[in-house]
C-alpha cells in the first residue's frame, strides 16, 4: 500500500476534485491510518480498527469521486454498491455479503490481468515454438542406406547435417513468423471447448452463500471435448499465448494475494446509506430499512465471509458511506451501526465559482474533454473566458430553480451548448470556432427563461 503522506494524498485529489477540503483531509487522515497500522507491532496491529467514514452532502458534489480517486491513487481494491439495492422486493437484506464477494471477484481479476501480463514474454515464446511445431513437424533423421548419396558417409554424420539443416530451417520459419510473413497460412490446431451443461437450482438459499461453485465444479467433472479447427497463424497464435498463459499463472497465488489485498487495503463505498433509514410508520417495503442495516452490521463491524475463493475477514476493510440525508438524519441510522461510522463528513453544496474551477482546474475538466473530442475531427474550439463564467452561472441558477444535481448539470449544459458543433464537426468549413459570452447566452436564453421547459431540458 502507498505511504502517502496525509498532504501529498489531498494534493493528488486536489487535481481531480474542486473544493471539499474537509472530507479530502478526512479520507486522506483513514487512509494514512492504515498505512500507520501495517507499521505497528503485531501484537496491537489487530487490535487497531479502521476508522469508517460518512460523507454528508447533495448528489453531484463529489462524494463517489472522491473515494474512487482515493482507491486509484493508492491502487486499493474499490467495490461502490448502493444500499438501497438491499431494499429492494426479495433481497431483505440477506445479500449483503455480495459486496465483499464482489469486491474479491473484481480483484482476483485485476491480479490475474497483472500476472498476465508478467508471463506474456515467456508464453508468448512458448506458444512461438508450439506454432513452429505446427508449422514444421519434426522428422526422424534419413538412414544413410536410405539415400545414395550419404550411401558412404558415417550415420553420426548424416544425423548431425539433419539436425543443422533442421534448425537453420526452424529459425528461418521463425523469423517469417515475426515478421508476418505466415499470417495468410492455415495451422490444424487441436482446441479444448468445456461443455458445461445448463443446471437451474431453485432455492431459498444462493450456491455461493454455501461456498460452492457449480460452474467450476462441473467443468472439472465433465470430459473435455477437444476438437480440431483450421485456423489461420495470427488466430491459432493468440489461442496458443491464451493456453500457454493459463498454465504459467499459479492461481492458488493469485488467490491468495487477492484476499490479503482485499482484507488489508480493501474499500467499499456505500452509496445511498440514507435511503435504508426507515421512516416513522413501518409499512410496505420500509419495514425491511432497519433489517437492512442490522445485516449491514456484523460486516461493517468485522465478519468471515465465505466466498468461492475461500473465507474472507472483513475486520480491516476501509467503509466509506454517503447519503444525502434530505429527509432524514444520520442519527436516526441504529446506535450500533452509527459507532461503527465514528467520521462524519458534511459536503458543501456547489455554487457559480465552483463551476467555474470544475470547468477549467482538474486534469480532466471537461472543457478539456470537448475539446479533445473536436479535435479529432480536426475542429479547434477556443472558450472565452466570460463563456466558461457564464455556463457556470447558468449551471447554478438552474440548479437552484429546479432539481441541485450538482456538477453534474455541468454535462447536460454542455451538450446542449455544443450539439450543433458535434453534429457539424466533421463537415465545417472554418475548423476554428470561438465560443464567448454572447453565444452562451442566445444558446440557453428561451430554455433558461422558460422554467417549465428548463424542467426537462436542463
Known amino acids: 500500500m502507498s505511504d502517502l503522506k496525509p498532504v501529498e494524498i489531498v494534493s493528488e485529489l486536489d487535481k481531480y476534485i474542486i473544493g471539499q477540503g474537509k ?103 512458448t506458444a512461438e515454438d508450439r506454432m513452429l511445431d505446427l508449422l514444421l513437424p519434426k522428422s526422424q533423421p534419413m538412414k544413410p542406406n536410405q539415400n545414395p548419396d550419404f550411401k558412404d558417409v558415417p550415420f553420426e554424420l548424416v544425423t548431425d547435417r539433419s539436425v543443422e539443416a533442421s534448425s537453420s530451417t526452424r529459425e528461418k520459419l521463425r523469423q517469417m513468423l515475426k515478421d508476418g510473413k505466415l499470417d495468410n497460412r492455415y495451422v490444424d490446431l487441436d482446441v479444448t471447448e468445456k461443455n458445461i451443461p445448463m443446471v437451474e437450482i431453485f432455492s431459498n438459499v444462493g450456491m455461493e452463500e454455501m461456498g460452492i461453485n457449480i460452474k467450476d465444479m462441473l467443468g472439472n467433472l465433465m470430459p473435455k471435448n477437444i476438437k480440431r479447427r483450421k485456423l489461420k497463424v495470427p488466430e491459432a497464435m493468440e489461442i496458443l499465448i491464451h493456453e500457454e498463459t493459463q498454465r504459467l499463472i499459479d492461481m492458488d497465488k493469485v488467490v491468495q494475494k487477492a484476499i490479503e ?30 433489517g437492512v442495516q442490522r445485516d449491514l452490521l456484523p460486516i461493517v463491524e468485522g465478519s468471515s465471509i465465505m466466498t468461492k475463493y475461500g473465507t474472507v475477514k472483513s475486520d480491516h476493510i476501509l467503509f466509506i458511506a454517503s447519503g444525502a440525508f434530505h429527509t432524514c438524519k444520520p442519527s436516526d441510522l441504529i446506535p450500533e451501526l452509527q459507532g461503527r461510522f465514528p467520521i462524519r463528513v458534511e459536503l458543501h453544496a456547489l455554487g457559480a465559482d465552483d463551476f467555474y474551477r470544475i470547468l477549467t482546474e482538474p486534469k480532466n475538466a471537461l472543457i478539456l474533454q470537448y475539446l479533445a473530442l ?68 442566445e444558446k440557453f436564453k428561451d430554455i433558461k427563461d422558460d422554467r417549465d421547459l428548463s424542467r426537462f431540458i436542463l
Open 23 to 125: 472530507a479530502k483531509r478526512s479520507v486522506a487522515i483513514a487512509l494514512r491510518n492504515r498505512w500507520r497500522r501495517r507499521q505497528v507491532e503485531s501484537e496491537l496491529r489487530d487490535e487497531i480498527a479502521p476508522k469508517n467514514i460518512i460523507l454528508i452532502g447533495p448528489t453531484g458534489v463529489g462524494k463517489t469521486e472522491i473515494a474512487r480517486r482515493l482507491a486509484r491513487l493508492t491502487d486499493s481494491p474499490f467495490y461502490k454498491v448502493e444500499a438501497s439495492k438491499f431494499t429492494e422486493v426479495g433481497y431483505v437484506g440477506r445479500d449483503v455479503e455480495s459486496m465483499v464477494k464482489d469486491l474479491l471477484e473484481l480483484t482476483v481479476n485485476k491480479i490475474k490481468t497483472e500476472e498476465n501480463e508478467a508471463v506474456k514474454e515467456k508464453a508468448s515464446q
Open 261 to 290: 489485498k482485499v482484507e488489508q487495503s480493501g474499500i467499499i463505498f456505500l452509496d445511498e446509506i440514507d435511503k435504508i433509514v426507515g421512516k416513522n410508520g413501518g409499512h410496505g417495503p420500509d419495514v425491511s430499512r432497519e
Open 374 to 441: 473536436l479535435r479529432t475531427d480536426g475542429v479547434d474550439v477556443i472558450f472565452e473566458d466570460d463563456a466558461v463564467k457564464e455556463i457556470a452561472q447558468v449551471a447554478e441558477d438552474v440548479n437552484n430553480h429546479t432539481e441541485n444535481i450538482g456538477a453534474r448539470r455541468l454535462h447536460t449544459l454542455m451538450e446542449c451548448l455544443l450539439e450543433d458543433i458535434l453534429f457539424d464537426a466533421p463537415d465545417l468549413e472554418n475548423k476554428k470556432v470561438v465560443i464567448d459570452g454572447k453565444y452562451v447566452k
